[in-house]
């Protein structure tokens, strides 16, 4: 299936095709990265591509599917799709053999099935588009400056590390909650200053600026009651999310849903990130 051939120094495998289904502006740049590795690209379902029956038509050795796969657990993530497209029919129309990729697979299961956006390597290079994301929002919805505001980053993760990095280098007092003592020792190395997660509702009223990157509901209703009035939460969490939106208007607090920042401001970037960890992947299966 596939036939591989030294080209530049690297072994590269023109023969192999992606089809890229679905998506947005992100995977149009991964196939783009794809095609400078040598890799033969078609795009179904996509601004610039075949609609999505032409795909059933060709043999594609692999599948480059969206972040997310899925946003309700049965229908392809295809914003530029006019009809909804079932992720069961796209998996059930490839190849038995095929190379599947996709990113937060809500649960859906096939054992060709590869989530991208899960490994380590994918989440270092999306950290920095979602942390420069959540500084341009952050200067688009105050009226001052980042620089002398006290900001607070709650979770030490890739993205919430890389977050307080830049937020302390635009000149931001930044303090970072953590659950880990090891992570509130790593943010002090940085120069922030950090605390336990515990002490989130007893510090709330300091900060002007919260920035959450956990999963989880820790900005409970006290939490929310003891913020500011004028304080700003940007939530760069996946669902649960870190906070009750609803929650937080009927109570007067500013807080918006900012997961996805990479592909809504740096496509580009995020795609390129995209393409990189398949390329990775595929390495590790020795395709080249």
């Given at each position: ?17 992606f ?9 149009l740049?991964?196939a ?30 692999a ?40 990113g ?13 956006s ?7 290079m ?9 500084l ?24 919430g ?25 790593s ?7 950090a ?37 700003y ?6 669902a649960p ?18 997961a996805?920042l990479p ?26």
């Amino acid at each position: 299936m596939i036939d591989a051939r030294e080209k530049g120094g690297m072994t590269m495998h023109e023969t192999l095709t992606f089809a890229v289904i679905g998506g947005d502006k992100r995977s149009l740049f991964a196939a783009r990265r794809l095609e400078e590795y040598g890799f033969r690209t078609a795009l179904f379902a996509i601004s610039g591509g075949q609609p999505y029956e032409e795909y059933k038509k060709i043999k594609a050795d692999a599948l480059l599917l969206p972040l997310p796969l899925t946003k309700d657990g049965k229908t392809l993530f295809a914003p530029d799709e006019k009809e909804p497209i079932s992720v069961s029919d796209v998996l059930s129309a490839a190849p038995a053999d095929a190379l599947l990729f996709a990113g937060r697979t809500g649960g859906i299961s096939d054992e060709r099935l590869t989530d991208y956006s899960a490994r380590e390597d994918f989440a270092i290079m999306n950290a920095v588009p979602t942390a420069e994301g959540a500084l341009l929002l952050a200067l688009q919805g105050l009226d001052e400056t980042i620089c002398g505001m006290r900001v607070a980053v709650v979770g030490f993760g890739r993205v919430g590390a890389q977050t307080a990095r830049l937020f302390r280098a635009a000149g931001a007092e930044v303090t970072v909650f953590a659950r880990k003592t090891e992570a509130r020792m790593s943010a002090r190395a940085l120069g922030c200053k950090a605390q336990a997660t515990d002490d989130l509702e007893i510090a709330a009223s300091d900060f002007r600026l919260f920035i959450n990157t956990v999963p989880a509901r820790l900005f409970t209703s006290k939490v929310l009651s003891a913020l500011r009035k004028d304080a700003y939460v940007i939530d760069l969490a996946s669902a649960p999310y870190g906070l009750d939106f609803s929650e937080a208007g009927r109570l007067g607090r500013k807080a918006i849903c900012a997961a996805g920042l990479p592909g809504k401001y740096f496509p580009e970037t995020a795609g390129r990130a995209v393409a990189e960890t398949i390329v990775h992947i595929l390495r590790e299966k020795h395709y080249f």
